[in-house]
């Protein structure tokens, strides 16, 4: 999935709604148990020319930390995380859909594992234990059984380098035609036979093919981290697939008292991290933490 072309899909409708406060969304009880911290993904902090002025923005809406691309520089977001106190739980890697483990290509594999291990030295200077991965793709030149083999491969190879480094990789549910099923994902995960491989679960993407509740379960202790995402299969049928995501978060078809519930059944706390349009001023990123808040049944 392209995430600044995603974060780009909000549209003024949404952006209208979502300066209000409440709307008479319903919220489930207070659950006293429940400790997920609020993240937002980097690609969604709308506004700010530099690194420090985004993370400053995100402090500034109530978010607990940042989750950024790799191959940003290094030291300007070490300074913006030191100024501001944010933290950064993990880093998306910027290249893998430029250079994927998939590819039938040796030379743009070997690309990707280099963008990965700079990903994973990202990771360990910022003080994250977790990169997110998209581990292949399939379509008319890569076969299914092609990307699991060659991301397996490709893989392999950078287990003793995120061993070394402390970092755990987390595979991402997303459009790229591969592990379309909990039942396989989890299959996926577990031929690595490694703490280190693990799932990044977003509740957004696999609305097209599922429900975030059963994916969870499935997964269970798997998960390593959540995307907070929105989709809408009516908008979806109606505009188009991408169109989906053009929608409010808690105004979709995500039943988010069901999927907190199902994360509470596997004993999940981590960091919930928003991956959702509407951050592109201060008050629509405002509003998206009061949202995440109000999900995830944390104090306002």
Request: hydrophobic share 40%; proline share 5%; glycine share 10%.
């Amino acid at each position: 999935m392209k995430r600044r072309e995603f974060a780009r899909n909000t549209i003024a409708a949404s952006l209208g709604v979502m300066a209000a406060p409440n709307l008479g969304i319903a919220q489930t009880e207070k659950s006293p148990a429940r400790s997920i911290k609020k993240g937002i993904m980097w690609g969604n902090i709308g506004f700010g020319t530099s690194i420090m002025e985004k993370f400053q923005a995100a402090k500034t809406a109530g978010f607990d930390g940042v989750e950024v691309y790799s191959h940003l520089n290094r030291e300007e977001v070490l300074q913006a995380a030191k100024q501001t106190g944010m933290i950064i739980p993990s880093v998306c890697g910027s290249l893998h859909g430029k250079y994927s483990l998939s590819d039938p290509d040796p030379k743009v594999r070997a690309l990707g594992v280099d963008a990965l291990k700079v990903t994973f030295e990202d990771a360990k200077a910022y003080g994250a234990d977790t990169i997110l991965l998209v581990p292949g793709r399939v379509n008319e030149t890569v076969s299914y059984d092609q990307c699991w083999d060659l991301s397996i491969a490709e893989i392999r190879k950078v287990l003793p380098l995120a061993g070394k480094l402390g970092v755990t990789i987390a595979i991402e549910n997303v459009w790229n035609n591969f592990l379309l099923s909990p039942l396989e994902a989890a299959r996926y995960i577990d031929q690595f036979n490694s703490p280190l491989v693990k799932a990044y679960f977003d509740c957004g993407n696999v609305l097209v093919i599922g429900w975030p509740e059963q994916w969870i379960r499935i997964l269970g202790k798997r998960i390593a981290r959540i995307h907070i995402k929105e989709y809408s299969r009516k908008i979806a049928d109606k505009q188009g697939k991408w169109a989906g995501f053009g929608v409010a978060l808690q105004e979709g078809d995500n039943n988010w008292p069901v999927i907190v519930k199902a994360l509470d059944e596997i004993g999940y706390h981590g960091w919930a991290t928003i991956e959702q349009p509407g951050g592109d001023n201060p008050e629509g990123l405002k509003e998206l933490c009061h949202r995440l808040t109000n999900i995830l049944n944390l104090p306002l």
